[in-house]
Nanobody, 126 residues
């Protein structure tokens, strides 16, 4: 089992930045891929970014490319999502997710992930 806890959300003006963190416990974090997703009320959870277990392979949704950066520090069992040039349409609850042990590569579908955090609210004002 893996427990994930997100932090770092909040209210920011358009053009600002936030860094989300995802603290993992329960097993060695570096043994599987992780991802970030976001969800607004009444809509499905959508892919934002993922990286491989070692952190060397990443992918982003088109809407965040060039603005968001996913990273991880396996020694600290923590993943990150650095968000810059934020827009009001980035407003959502952000979730980090991890795949099963040994699944080293990330994916864009929520059903590819087995463990989820509780989410952290990001609100971008115009």
């Amino acid at each position: 089992q893996v427990q994930l806890v997100e932090s770092g959300g909040g209210l920011v003006q358009a053009g600002g930045s936030l860094r989300l963190s995802c603290a993992a416990s329960g097993r060695t974090f570096g043994t599987s891929a992780m991802g970030w997703f976001r969800q607004v009320p009444g809509k499905e959870r959508v892919f934002v970014a993922h990286n491989s277990a070692g952190g060397g392979s990443t992918d982003y949704a088109e809407s965040v490319k060039g603005r968001f950066t996913i990273s991880r520090d396996n020694a600290k069992n923590t993943g990150y999502l650095q968000m810059t040039s934020l827009k009001p349409e980035d407003t959502a609850v952000y979730y980090c997710a991890a795949r099963k042990l040994g699944m080293l590569w990330g994916g864009t579908g929520p059903n590819q992930y087995d463990y989820w955090g509780q989410g952290t609210q990001v609100t971008v004002s115009s």
